[in-house]
Structure formats: C-alpha cells, structure tokens
C-alpha cells in the first residue's frame, strides 16, 4: 500500500485546513485508516482514526470536536478536516493504514505510512 498525504502548509491560529491522503496498491475499502502527527521534538502522536467494519472514527482528546475525518473510497482517499487550529495544532501529519481494519490510537498497529505533511500554524 502506497500512501501520499497532502494539503499542508502554513496558516494562522483560528484557520482551518483540510489535508488528504491517497493510497493506492490494495482495496482501499479493506483498511482502517488513521491520521497521526509529530511535532518538533516530540512523540509521534495519535489524532483520529476510522475502523474498516463500521466507520467507527476515534479522535484524540486534543482534537476532538475541531478535526473530522471522513473517507471516499470511491477515490481511495481518506481526509481530515481542520478547523480552530493553534499553534499547538503544528506537526507534521501522517496518514497510516492498518490492515488489520482496526483503526486504533496505537501507531505500531499500522502497517503502512505515508510520508506526511507540514502543518504550520502560527499565532
């Protein structure tokens, strides 16, 4: 599984931002797929995630209620929606997916990983 994610960049502290990811090389509608970020200097970090079998979608207490991802399997992309971002918010965010179909928190459930994309924000 090839995963690209995108739609990064710098923005400033309220704005919202929608990243993408792409995968390609498997059925895409067999996975769970999830979003992670590392900020400088810090542990890769859980954001949100969606279960294969049900959609079921889990967010980090952090995000909850200001990140949303959704998914189209129609185009083999999964997207997180950004809104209300601080600075805090700055990482870089990778996409994951999990052939397990599980869509965990735990990054070592995963099995393939994007390169990622900067998110910059500041205030």
């Known amino acids: 599984v090839q995963l690209q994610a995108s739609g990064g960049g710098p923005v400033q502290a309220g704005d919202s931002l929608r990243l993408s990811c792409a995968a390609s090389?498997?059925?895409?509608?067999?996975?769970?797929m999830g979003w992670f970020r590392r900020a400088p200097g810090m542990e890769r970090e859980f954001v949100a995630a969606?279960?294969?079998?049900?959609?079921?979608?889990n967010y980090s207490d952090s995000v909850k209620g200001r990140f949303i991802l959704t998914r189209d399997n129609a185009k083999n992309s999964v997207y997180l929606q950004m809104t209300s971002l601080t600075p805090d918010d700055t990482a870089v965010y990778y996409c994951?997916?999990?052939?397990?179909?599980?869509?965990?928190?735990?990054?070592?459930?995963?099995?393939?990983w994007g390169k990622g994309t900067q998110v910059t924000v500041s205030s």
């Open positions: 969606m279960r294969e079998e049900d959609d079921t979608i």
């Open positions: 994951a997916a999990d052939l397990g179909g599980w869509g965990t928190a735990v990054a070592d459930d995963y099995d393939y």
């Open positions: 090389g498997r059925p895409f509608s067999s996975l769970a």
